[in-house]
């Protein structure tokens, strides 16, 4: 009963047969390496010795062709022993007799060894995780904030009076600027503001932020046909399309949350530097004009004027 339970599947016989060729396999291949080594000794001439010496590697080499032949051939004859795996009834796939035409039992064979050392894995992995884990994880933070209640912002909310006073304290400052605030949708506040006889500018305001800018020559119409001022159309001109451009990336740049009235003035004291929009020369090249266009871009800390392409 035993040789019966060892042998499903398997040549006993033709097994121990396999095991003497790989014996005489490698003491023929210990052969060759033995030819190389000694090499062409024990002659006289040398053309003797190299006769003896290709003589006695060739017969290695058919030796170990000899032993190799007969092993492929002892190994057809064994036969595949089928692999006991704590799979169930799926054991079973591997008695069909074209396991090479449908090879299901080797495929799952295959994933469950890979789904094994995969869990294997994630368990070190999170092992690893526990041993590192950052102070501030998702539930301490949870508590952090029952604890600490998130403070209200109080600046996005302000009395219209206050804002018309700001505006008012940035009108007297310029001069050269006049602005002149109204309110058509509420308390949202809308600005416009003419610098000199160069352009005019929409300001469109929640509060004391600034929501969008559209920059309009002095004898553009800024106004649609019911007379409220038309926040959509761009100017005709790219010169001023190129100064929105420059104004909106001005309101990314001056943001302070707590101090909204000093980012209003901060952004009105930029755009007072474009008074002389036709008049300074680009502080890189020199040149008035470039491509057909005055000096646009205005620095933010210094306010001098560059061409689009020589502030980079």
Known sequence: MADGALSPGVNLEA??????????????????????????????????????????????????????????????LVGKPSENHPLHNSGLLSLDPVQDKT????????????????????GLASGLLNQQSLKRSANQMGVSAKRRPKAQPTTLVLPPQYVDDVINRIDRMFPEMSIQLS?????????????????????????????????????????????????????????FQKVTDHATTALLHYQLPQMPDVVVRSFMTWLRSYIKLFQAPCQRCGKFLQDGLPPTWRDFRTLEAFHDTCRQ
């Open 15 to 76: 097994f121990s047969q396999a095991i003497a060729a790989i014996q005489a396999l490698r003491s023929s291949v210990t052969r060759v390496f033995d030819c190389l080594k000694d090499g062409m000794r024990n002659k006289e001439t040398l053309e003797g010795r190299e006769k003896g010496f290709v003589a006695a590697f060739q017969e290695s080499l058919h030796s170990v062709s000899r032993d190799l032949g007969e092993l492929e051939r002892l190994s057809n």
């Open 183 to 239: 309110r058509p949708n509420g308390t949202s506040a809308m600005l416009l503001v003419t610098l000199g006889k160069v352009l005019k500018v929409i300001v469109v305001m929640r509060s004391l932020f600034i929501d969008r800018t559209i920059v309009k020559g002095y004898n553009e119409n800024v106004y649609t046909e019911e007379g409220k001022l038309d926040i959509w159309s761009k100017s005709n001109y790219q010169v």
């Open 103 to 122: 090879p299901l039992y080797s495929q799952l064979l295959q994933a469950y060894k890979w789904s094994n050392k995969l869990q294997y894995h994630a």
